[in-house]
């Protein structure tokens, strides 16, 4: 047996943390891979370590702010226009859980 749900309305300030720590998380893995293929490719350890510095420990934050504020603006836009156009909606379904 299913159900709808109605997805109302949006904390945007939960969602802003969200997505800054999934922007924060996944620039870190990017440019990390790119700091590692710096030192194979270039194989000096000075340009390793300035691009470390960079990759590791600005860009990640920097990621993480812009994915903060891309996260509250969404979180305001969906708020603003599911008043106009109306909620999402989502089928749920129940089920029972077996304890293992």
């Known amino acids: ?3 709808f749900l109605k ?3 949006v904390n945007t300030l939960k969602l802003a943390y969200i997505s ?3 922007f924060f998380i996944l620039a870190l893995c990017i440019f990390l ?3 590692i293929i710096s030192l194979i ?3 000096q350890i000075f340009g390793f370590i300035s691009v470390l510095i960079i990759s590791v420990l600005i860009m990640p934050v920097v990621y993480g702010i812009v994915g903060f504020i891309s996260g509250w603006v969404l979180g305001i836009l969906y708020n603003l226009v599911s008043k ?3 909620s999402l ?3 749920v379904e129940e ?3 077996f304890n293992d």
């Open 20 to 22: 800054s720590m999934v």
């Open 33 to 35: 891979i790119r700091a």
């Open 41 to 43: 490719f270039q194989g």
């Open 95 to 97: 089920i029972e859980k």
């Open 7 to 9: 997805f109302k309305k």
């Open 89 to 91: 909606e989502f089928e």
């Open 84 to 86: 106009c156009v109306g």
């Open 1 to 3: 047996m299913s159900k």
